[in-house]
């Protein structure tokens, strides 16, 4: 699931972020999406890469950075 998008001052900088939570068979992991990453689709197959784990309170979230990409794929077998 995808949240609404927000704003928040970043070291001095105004950055826009949503949270979103992904998700298989298997588990859910939250993943903050920052400025240009916000092209996760609900319900839809996506490969994300170069993010970063992070953790607050016990809990483990994932986040983008600037060379975080995030591509929408049809087939999972594209993954491998």
Do not use: C, P
Not at 2 to 25: E, M, R
Not at 46 to 74: E, G, M, P, R, W
């Amino acid at each position: 699931s995808v949240g609404k998008q927000s704003t928040l001052k970043v070291s001095g900088k105004t950055l826009q972020k949503v949270d979103a939570i992904i998700a298989d068979q298997t588990a859910s992991i939250k993943l903050v999406l920052w400025e240009n990453n916000f092209t996760l689709v609900e319900n839809k197959h996506d490969a994300i890469k170069n993010v970063t784990v992070h953790t607050f309170s016990d809990s483990k979230y994932l986040t983008t950075t600037k060379h975080s990409t995030i591509t929408q794929i049809d087939d999972m077998e594209e993954t491998k």
